[in-house]
């Protein structure tokens, strides 16, 4: 069972960058498809990406051309880069191991950091 570990969250103000990193480890990275998911007040958790082993991407409709995932197997981590943040963009940031491309069938969780967009 992998671990993860997010980092990089902050509070930024709206039209800023943010990185977010999740390091990986008990595991290798690349026996698993790893998926970020974000979760704002008062909402449902959304799915926002989620990258193979071999760095193919798939990004929920509202990120697309403002979010990247990229990952390094060889230091274990993956990345979220986001871009031009929105307040809306205002949640807690996962990322999650997973067994499919679309990142529904999860193997291990971490446990989140905190993006916050606000002037």
């Known amino acids: 069972q992998p671990q993860l570990v997010e980092s990089g969250g902050g509070l930024v103000q709206p039209g800023g960058s943010l990185r977010l990193s999740c390091a990986v480890s008990?595991?290798?990275?690349?026996?698993?498809?790893i998926g970020w998911f974000r979760h704002a007040p008062g909402k449902e958790r959304e799915g926002v990406s989620c990258?193979?082993?071999?760095?193919?991407?798939n990004y929920a409709d509202s990120v697309k051309g403002r979010f990247t995932t990229t990952r390094d197997n060889a230091k274990n981590t993956v990345y979220l880069q986001i871009n031009s943040l929105k307040p809306e963009d205002t949640a807690v940031y996962y990322c999650?191991?997973?067994?499919?491309?679309?990142?529904?069938?999860?193997?291990?969780w971490g446990q989140g950091t905190l993006v916050t967009v606000s002037s």
């Open positions: 999650a191991a997973a067994h499919n491309y679309e990142c529904s069938t999860l193997a291990a």
């Open positions: 008990g595991s290798r990275l690349d026996y698993y498809f």
């Open positions: 990258i193979s082993s071999s760095g193919a991407t």
